[in-house]
């Protein structure tokens, strides 16, 4: 089934979308986004999202208007019902076309460009899933801003295919792991869960966020500090975090099997905790 998409203040069939040659996005990779899932019309934190988008936005010299985006989300939302109650949305914005005739690194005299795209996603499971993992020696430039030059991502991810892995952690010079190349990375050891903290060069995702929040309201201690390789590999359970695919049991770094080799006990309640999280508390986007 073909999807719906919103271009610049208008829905069109994914096969007819189009966006300017001229792009600052396409360019030169100067553009925002953000990916969350919407489940029967509602998405966990939806204001987290585009405010972080907005923010981002604004760290690379353009500025999105956040009600401009929550109509966007909702036209296509609304428009996509007929890929099922699942969605998975990615919203792009760049600053937009830019003038050929301005000097580098030129000028953008129109609005931004804003695209949203919807695809079906899987349901959210109360029990995790599970995936592995092989180290890189990448890591993101302008960590904390959620940006569109994805290619230490890409690149990240296609070691992990290589290696038969479902996920790639970026690592410091040093070898400690970051994060995955989409998702966030915990660590659980003796029953504290552990983190890199954002000032390390990660991106803080609002999901990372959602799961500390009830690791302590479950009454685990909670570290954001730096986390070592050696540390990882004999740690009891770890565990990756991500908007659309929720909690993740990471069982396996480089071959070499963390804690059971399984989802282990703190993972599962976090996954079951994070379920229940959802469903009470997501908020809906589509339009009253």
């Given at each position: 089934m073909?999807?719906?998409?919103?271009?610049?203040?208008?829905?069109?069939?994914?096969?007819?979308?189009?966006?300017?040659a001229?792009?600052?996005g396409?360019r030169?990779?100067?553009g925002v986004?953000?990916?969350?899932r919407?489940?029967?019309?509602?998405?966990?934190?939806?204001?987290?999202?585009?405010?972080?988008?907005?923010?981002?936005?604004h760290?690379?010299?353009?500025?999105?208007?956040?009600?401009?985006?929550r109509?966007?989300?909702?036209?296509?939302?609304?428009?996509?019902?007929?890929?099922?109650?699942?969605l998975?949305?990615?919203i792009?914005?760049?600053?937009?076309?830019?003038?050929?005739?301005?000097?580098?690194?030129?000028?953008?005299?129109?609005?931004?460009?804003?695209?949203?795209?919807?695809?079906?996603?899987?349901?959210?499971?109360?029990?995790p899933?599970?995936?592995?993992?092989?180290?890189?020696?990448?890591?993101?430039?302008?960590?904390?801003?959620?940006?569109?030059?994805?290619?230490?991502?890409?690149?990240?991810?296609?070691?992990?295919?290589?290696?038969?892995c479902?996920d790639?952690?970026?690592?410091?010079?040093?070898?400690?792991?970051?994060?995955?190349?989409?998702?966030?990375?915990?660590?659980?050891a003796?029953?504290?869960?552990?983190?890199?903290?954002?000032?390390?060069?990660?991106?803080?995702?609002?999901?990372?966020g959602?799961?500390?929040?009830?690791?302590?309201?479950a009454?685990?201690?909670?570290?954001?500090?730096?986390?070592?390789?050696?540390?990882?590999?004999?740690?009891?359970?770890?565990?990756?975090?991500?908007?659309v695919?929720?909690?993740?049991?990471l069982t396996h770094?480089?071959?070499?099997?963390?804690?059971?080799?399984?989802?282990?006990?703190?993972t599962?309640?976090?996954?079951?905790a994070?379920?229940?999280?959802?469903?009470?508390?997501?908020?809906?986007?589509?339009?009253?």
């Amino acid at each position: 089934m073909s999807s719906t998409l919103w271009v610049d203040g208008a829905l069109v069939p994914a096969a007819t979308a189009r966006i300017s040659a001229l792009d600052t996005g396409f360019r030169s990779g100067l553009g925002v986004f953000e990916t969350f899932r919407v489940d029967d019309g509602r998405a966990l934190r939806p204001q987290a999202h585009l405010t972080r988008l907005r923010d981002g936005a604004h760290q690379l010299g353009f500025d999105i208007e956040v009600e401009l985006l929550r109509a966007a989300v909702a036209a296509t939302v609304t428009a996509n019902g007929h890929l099922g109650a699942h969605l998975a949305l990615r919203i792009t914005c760049s600053a937009g076309p830019i003038d050929p005739d301005a000097p580098f690194p030129g000028t953008t005299p129109g609005p931004p460009t804003v695209v949203v795209t919807a695809q079906a996603a899987a349901p959210l499971r109360a029990r995790p899933a599970l995936a592995t993992a092989v180290s890189t020696d990448l890591r993101r430039e302008l960590a904390g801003t959620k940006h569109t030059s994805y290619l230490v991502s890409l690149v990240a991810q296609q070691a992990a295919a290589t290696a038969g892995c479902s996920d790639a952690l970026l690592c410091t010079p040093s070898g400690a792991p970051l994060e995955a190349a989409t998702a966030n990375l915990l660590v659980v050891a003796d029953g504290v869960v552990s983190t890199p903290p954002a000032g390390a060069g990660i991106l803080a995702g609002i999901t990372r966020g959602a799961l500390l929040e009830l690791a302590r309201g479950a009454g685990l201690a909670v570290e954001e500090r730096e986390v070592g390789a050696a540390e990882l590999a004999g740690a009891d359970e770890a565990l990756l975090t991500s908007a659309v695919r929720g909690v993740r049991a990471l069982t396996h770094v480089d071959r070499r099997e963390i804690g059971s080799g399984r989802a282990g006990p703190v993972t599962t309640q976090l996954a079951a905790a994070h379920r229940e999280l959802v469903d009470r508390e997501a908020e809906a986007v589509t339009r009253r």
